[in-house]
């Protein structure tokens, strides 16, 4: 068929043609924005989930909401060496000169401005931000981060309030900040709250975020919610697949849908890769079963070699092997104690600094203590298929 008229768009954090199944995250978020800009409180959110489920485009999606509901969004993705008081200025300052472009809000802009100007001056050396306000001493400028950054966020919260409208703060990856910005950015947030001013947070990252913002603060859990992004149900995935297709004037047999949802179990983004090369080897309309099993080898390729190995060869080759003994065990999570028996070691202790470093480079995650389980869906499978341990 028609490759210019293909509907599938797999890529990292690209908006699929629909989105599917993330109804509830979507409602909860403009019920976010519509109560704060009423005063009133409500709880921000921390997306959860593995890679490939959708997260970045939902936050994307957010940014637009907030844009067409006159709010001030402002996006980042977090690294291992992001420094949040760096990061935090740089997106303040964003969404400040938004703000200053409103009339009603130019004088209380001018302020923040001033007060960004003091919590720059706390900066690691090396960072330069132009801001062109005189420094508001005694207001964010103490140096101790927790406090700073939430006397920033109060004053961005008071400039918005009085420009009738919001700030919100999208932050991908944000599972990479390590303990202390962690820290200090709930407890900032937790001010604002308390002073209910339109100012929130919409954070995405791997599923160990519930816990590491319950152990940063007890109160996290009183501060946010928690939506868990995993692989979409049946009706999702079959508009995800069928709605796309039917708009350019092609539908889908349900056995082709069937045999897709079981070779992508679903997951948003295996889905579009599936599509895109049924689409290209497809004749017409409708697509069939035969189409879906001669696209199978081309799919699973381009996902080996554009999604799953270019995290592999982050890995030395003990990490490697690491990972090929939690594959040995199959899918899902497993025993730490378990993967270190796999690896012929008595003490799992034995394995933690390799543990640890495939956790700091995002391919492994805790889900719970003492279990450890892959950051991308099927990829146990993809080391079995390709990598298996004693190879």
């Known amino acids: 068929m028609d490759a210019f008229a293909n509907p599938y768009t797999p890529g990292a954090g690209t908006k699929p043609p629909a989105l599917a199944g993330r109804e509830?995250?979507?409602?909860?978020?403009?019920?976010?924005?519509?109560?704060?800009?009423?005063?009133?409180?409500?709880?921000?959110?921390?997306?959860?989930?593995?890679?490939?489920?959708?997260?970045?485009?939902?936050?994307?999606?957010?940014?637009?909401?907030?844009?067409?509901?006159?709010?001030?969004?402002?996006?980042?993705?977090?690294?291992?060496?992001?420094?949040?008081?760096?990061?935090?200025?740089?997106?303040?300052?964003?969404?400040?000169?938004?703000?200053?472009?409103?009339?009603?809000?130019?004088?209380?802009?001018?302020?923040?401005?001033?007060?960004?100007?003091?919590?720059?001056?706390?900066?690691?050396?090396?960072?330069?931000?132009?801001?062109?306000?005189?420094?508001?001493?005694?207001?964010?400028?103490?140096?101790?981060?927790?406090?700073?950054?939430?006397?920033?966020?109060?004053?961005?919260?008071?400039?918005?309030?009085?420009?009738?409208?919001?700030?919100?703060?999208?932050?991908?990856?944000?599972?990479?900040?390590?303990?202390?910005?962690?820290?200090?950015?709930?407890?900032?947030?937790h001010r604002v709250a308390q002073r209910e001013l339109p100012l929130a947070l919409a954070g995405s990252g791997l599923p160990s975020i519930p816990r590491l913002a319950g152990e940063a603060k007890s109160y996290a859990e009183r501060l946010f919610t928690f939506p868990r992004l995993d692989s979409l149900?049946?009706?999702?995935?079959?508009?995800?697949?069928?709605?796309?297709?039917?708009?350019?004037?092609?539908?889908?047999?349900?056995?082709?849908?069937?045999?897709?949802?079981?070779?992508?179990?679903?997951?948003?983004?295996?889905?579009?890769?599936?599509?895109?090369?049924?689409?290209?080897?497809?004749?017409?309309s409708p697509i069939r079963l035969k189409d879906v099993e001669t696209a199978h080898p081309s799919a699973q390729a381009e996902l080996d070699e554009g999604f799953f190995t270019v995290r592999f060869e982050r890995a030395t080759a003990s990490e490697r092997r690491y990972m090929a003994a939690m594959a040995a065990l199959g899918g899902g999570p497993q025993a730490s104690g378990g993967i270190a028996q796999r690896l012929g070691l008595s003490d799992p202790a034995q394995t933690s600094v390799v543990r640890g470093s495939l956790i700091d480079k995002g391919l492994i995650f805790s889900p719970e203590y003492g279990l450890i389980d892959f950051t991308v869906p099927q990829f146990a499978a993809f080391m079995r298929r390709n990598f298996p341990l004693g190879d």
Do not use: C
């Open 233 to 284: 149900s049946r009706a999702a995935a079959v508009e995800a697949l069928v709605v796309p297709a039917r708009e350019e004037g092609v539908e889908i047999d349900d056995a082709a849908v069937e045999r897709i949802l079981e070779l992508t179990e679903a997951y948003p983004y295996f889905l579009q890769e599936y599509g895109r090369h049924v689409w290209q080897v497809a004749s017409g």
């Open 24 to 189: 509830e995250e979507l409602a909860h978020f403009e019920l976010l924005l519509g109560r704060l800009e009423r005063g009133r409180p409500e709880r921000s959110m921390l997306v959860s989930g593995l890679r490939g489920v959708g997260k970045t485009v939902l936050l994307n999606t957010f940014e637009d909401m907030a844009l067409q509901q006159g709010w001030f969004p402002s996006f980042a993705e977090i690294r291992h060496d992001t420094e949040l008081r760096s990061l935090m200025a740089r997106m303040s300052r964003r969404a400040l000169l938004a703000m200053s472009r409103v009339e009603r809000a130019k004088d209380r802009a001018r302020r923040a401005f001033g007060v960004l100007k003091a919590f720059t001056v706390k900066t690691p050396e090396g960072f330069e931000l132009s801001i062109d306000a005189e420094a508001l001493t005694g207001v964010a400028d103490s140096g101790d981060i927790e406090a700073d950054l939430s006397d920033l966020l109060l004053e961005l919260g008071e400039a918005a309030s009085e420009a009738g409208t919001g700030v919100v703060f999208l932050l991908d990856e944000i599972q990479f900040l390590d303990q202390p910005s962690l820290e200090a950015l709930i407890a900032a947030l």
